[in-house]
């Protein structure tokens, strides 16, 4: 059973810092990878997708990595924003999902 | 606007009551999905479907129970046999059943047992 972990699962940062969200999964046969946010009593926004082949997906601030050999990703966030401040989960699986408990975000101003 | 729809936000149900949890799309996938998040952990997986018609069971479908006769709408029921179904329930959908789809979220129904 593919068990996904998320550490920390919270962090505090000063605006304008680098943020770097850690996510790992037990089983590396995995089809792909998605990380969403979480604002608080919503549902999930998708921010990237990750397919099985690729190392990597960039979307204007934000680049995810992928190590299935590992069986890492990393969410990166360039200088973060209050309005960043939220929980980031991150899923893997095929048509269905694996979810970790997400890392929760505040943004400092 | 393209999107997935949950009603209501929020529900309460007594003890011994079925309720049912509505979820619409309209982006024209074939996929749909239903998830439970509690407290502190991750999403888990409650009933997916592929097409219409068909649908399995996930990992905590004990207690639960959908229907998918069209392909915007996918209900779910929280029946009585269900002995903790206080949550957040978030539906989802993806294009369809291939590995690499994305998948998409409505905004949620917190349901609570008085």
């Known amino acids: 059973k593919q068990e996904v972990t998320q550490i920390p699962a919270a962090l505090s940062v000063p605006e304008g810092e680098n943020l770097v969200l850690n996510c790992s999964f037990t089983d590396s046969a995995i089809y792909n990878l998605q990380w969403f946010r979480q604002d608080p009593g919503k549902g999930l926004t998708s921010l990237l997708l990750?397919?099985?082949?690729?190392r990597e997906q960039t979307s204007g601030r934000l680049n995810a990595s992928l190590d299935k050999s590992s069986g890492r990703s990393t969410l990166y966030i360039a200088a973060s924003q209050p309005g960043d401040s939220a929980t980031y989960l991150c899923a893997v699986g095929d048509y269905k999902l694996s979810f970790g408990a997400g890392t929760t975000v505040t943004v400092r101003a | 606007d393209g999107g997935i729809t949950q009603s209501p936000k929020y529900l309460f149900r007594k003890e011994g009551q079925n309720v049912t949890l509505s979820c619409e799309q309209n982006?024209?996938?074939?996929?749909m999905y239903w998830y439970r998040q509690d407290p502190g952990q991750g999403l888990r997986l409650i009933y997916y479907?592929?097409?219409?018609?068909?649908?399995q069971k996930g990992d905590i479908a004990e207690g639960y129970s959908v229907s998918r006769e069209k392909k915007e709408s996918f209900p779910l029921t929280v029946t009585s046999a269900q002995k903790n179904p206080t949550a957040f329930y978030l539906c989802?959908?993806?294009?369809?059943?291939?590995?690499?789809?994305?998948?998409?979220f409505g905004p949620g129904t917190r349901l609570t047992v008085l």
């Open positions: 990750i397919q099985s082949s690729q």
């Open positions: 989802a959908s993806s294009l369809g059943g291939q590995a690499y789809n994305e998948q998409f």
């Open positions: 479907s592929q097409i219409v018609n068909d649908f």
């Open positions: 982006l024209n996938h074939d996929a």
